[in-house]
């Protein structure tokens, strides 16, 4: 039971890979906190009703988690996705709004440096503790389908890389896991890779648990893909 007792905060946590995260710490006796834009207090420990583009919400919701637990050891960005799906706008970028264009980089990478800022003095003080960007073979590749979504991703490369060296004296690690098409929706098996299938919710799960055990301990600062070597090139993409 590696993560008994560890408090993870999980934004995303009422669906998808967020979901599957926070079911496999609780196994493990980890305390869940679950961010999400409704609370969720069936799959949670603790619920937090959190839109990641207001900052105020999160500074005020880790202030009241470290109260209670004194310490954040693992915080794991999922909230995101792309805006024209999330939106139901189904435009081309030349076409599509600048709300969505907005709501695509606020959530994809403003959140993840709301969430940075928010926990990063406690890890600091702590002298450890991991965060997790979760990105996209987008934010590899590129996407003319997903401008916003794929420029976010893309950003989130080097905040990894950034607050990996800002923590690296406090032992404080950050990583990065970018899925290709994973089956957290059924369109996505349509989504080719050189391995001729999507990946499984649990595969990224699997290679995210791992990051943020002890057996990672000397890792900081990467980008993981799990895309059955989509990002390699050497194929046509949908995209």
Same mark, same amino acid.
């Given at each position: 039971?590696?993560?008994?007792?560890?408090?993870?905060?999980?934004?995303?946590?009422?669906?998808?890979?967020?979901? $599957?995260?926070?079911?496999?710490? $609780?196994?493990?006796?980890?305390?869940?906190?679950?961010?999400? !834009?409704?609370?969720?207090?069936? !799959?949670?420990?603790?619920?937090?009703?959190? =839109?990641?583009?207001?900052?105020?919400? !999160?500074?005020?919701?880790?202030?009241?988690?470290?109260?209670?637990?004194?310490? !954040?050891?693992? @915080?794991?960005?999922?909230?995101?996705?792309?805006?024209?799906?999330? $939106?139901?706008?189904?435009?081309?970028?030349?076409?599509?709004?600048?709300?969505?264009? =907005?709501?695509?980089? =606020? @959530?994809? +990478?403003?959140?993840?440096?709301?969430?940075?800022?928010?926990?990063?003095?406690?890890?600091?003080?702590?002298?450890?503790?991991?965060?997790?960007?979760? /990105?996209?073979?987008?934010?590899?590749?590129?996407?003319?389908?997903?401008?916003?979504?794929? #420029?976010?991703?893309?950003? +989130?490369?080097?905040?990894?890389?950034?607050?990996?060296?800002?923590?690296?004296?406090?032992?404080?690690?950050?990583?990065? @896991?970018?899925?290709?098409?994973? +089956?957290?929706?059924?369109?996505?098996?349509?989504?080719?890779?050189?391995?001729?299938?999507?990946? #499984?919710?649990?595969? @990224?799960? %699997?290679?995210?648990?791992?990051?943020?055990? *002890?057996?990672?301990?000397?890792?900081? /600062? %990467?980008?993981?893909?799990? =895309?059955?070597?989509?990002?390699? /090139?050497?194929?046509?993409? *949908?995209?």
């Amino acid at each position: 039971m590696e993560f008994k007792d560890k408090v993870v905060i999980i934004t995303g946590a009422n669906s998808g890979i967020g979901k $599957l995260l926070s079911e496999h710490f $609780l196994k493990q006796e980890a305390i869940v906190v679950g961010f999400d !834009i409704e609370k969720n207090d069936n !799959i949670h420990v603790l619920s937090y009703k959190v =839109d990641v583009r207001d900052y105020r919400a !999160i500074e005020k919701s880790i202030s009241e988690i470290v109260k209670l637990y004194q310490k !954040i050891d693992i @915080v794991i960005n999922c909230a995101g996705g792309a805006s024209s799906r999330v $939106l139901n706008e189904n435009k081309p970028f030349e076409s599509l709004s600048l709300n969505a264009i =907005d709501w695509g980089i =606020d @959530v994809n +990478l403003k959140g993840p440096i709301y969430m940075a800022r928010a926990v990063i003095n406690q890890m600091i003080k702590q002298k450890n503790g991991v965060i997790i960007n979760v /990105g996209s073979v987008s934010g590899v590749t590129g996407s003319k389908t997903a401008v916003d979504y794929a #420029s976010a991703k893309s950003g +989130l490369i080097g905040l990894t890389k950034s607050l990996a060296l800002l923590g690296a004296a406090h032992q404080v690690r950050c990583c990065m @896991v970018s899925p290709g098409p994973v +089956l957290t929706r059924p369109e996505m098996s349509k989504m080719t890779t050189p391995m001729a299938r999507a990946c #499984s919710p649990l595969e @990224v799960v %699997d290679l995210i648990m791992y990051l943020c055990s *002890e057996k990672a301990a000397f890792i900081s /600062g %990467d980008n993981y893909m799990i =895309d059955g070597a989509r990002s390699c /090139g050497g194929m046509k993409h *949908e995209e």
